[in-house]
């Protein structure tokens, strides 16, 4: 169990630029999570995966923003066209599919929007 | 008003004391109760996860949910200087579909000083 991994640990980008961010979840774990987490704030929920179906997109995810998880192992994040406002540390969480177990997270990509 | 609601500190306190960490929410949905903590540029480790009301306790960390008040505590005893972190109560609700993301308070930062 190598835990959840996140590259790269810090992106930055100029304004209007697109960036793509990767996930690797705990191995075994079908379930995956992004969230997304501003200076002195807690993290906001983004979007859900169960394998490679993405069950739930939270209403903070625009059209600018894209996730996939195309063999149900690995997920990418990518925001188009960025924003000032992007900027956020970028998190992912995963867990398995047995009844009600926690999620664990990665230590994120944090996006600096130049 | 935020479903989550916890003060964000900081909270500084001795060496040796005991801590107390707190979140009110306003979802009667919520049924799973966690406590992270974050190092700074890090994401959240999972500390503590109780279902429903009732104590847990894990070596220096106890953790209390009262369902009926919609109130969450974590306590820390003999609190260490690497105790000093930001502490994030999250919840959700039954581990189906959408009830799977976690909501977050804000995050309490706590420093223990010598």
């Known amino acids: 169990d190598t835990g959840v991994s996140q590259d790269p640990r810090h992106k930055i980008t100029k304004r209007g630029q697109n960036v793509t961010f990767r996930c690797d979840p705990i191995s075994e774990h079908n379930r995956l999570y992004w969230y997304r987490q501003t200076l002195g704030q807690g993290p906001e929920f983004l979007t859900y995966?169960?394998?490679?179906?993405?069950?739930?997109k939270s209403r903070l995810l625009s059209d600018r923003f894209s996730a996939e998880r195309p063999k149900g192992s690995f997920s990418t994040l990518e925001i188009q066209r960025t924003e000032q406002g992007d900027s956020a540390m970028y998190l992912c969480?995963?867990?398995?599919?047995?009844?009600?177990?926690?999620?664990?997270f990665g230590d994120g990509t944090r996006l600096s929007i130049l | 008003q935020k479903e989550v609601e916890q003060d964000p500190g900081p909270l500084s306190v001795p060496e040796g004391a005991i801590v107390s960490l707190n979140c009110t929410y306003s979802n009667s949905a919520f049924q799973y109760f966690m406590w992270y903590r974050q190092y700074s540029r890090k994401g959240p480790e999972l500390l503590m996860y109780?279902?429903?009301?009732g104590n847990k306790e894990d070596g220096r960390f106890t953790a209390q949910v009262d369902k009926s008040s919609k109130y969450i505590s974590l306590f820390i005893r003999d609190s260490q200087p690497s105790d000093s972190a930001t502490y994030l109560c999250a919840m959700r609700g039954l581990n189906t579909g959408t009830a799977s993301k976690l909501t977050f308070g804000t995050g309490t930062r706590l420093q223990v000083t010598l």
């Open positions: 969480a995963s867990s398995s599919d047995s009844s009600n177990q926690p999620q664990h």
């Open positions: 109780t279902y429903s009301s």
């Open positions: 995966f169960q394998n490679e179906a993405q069950l739930e």
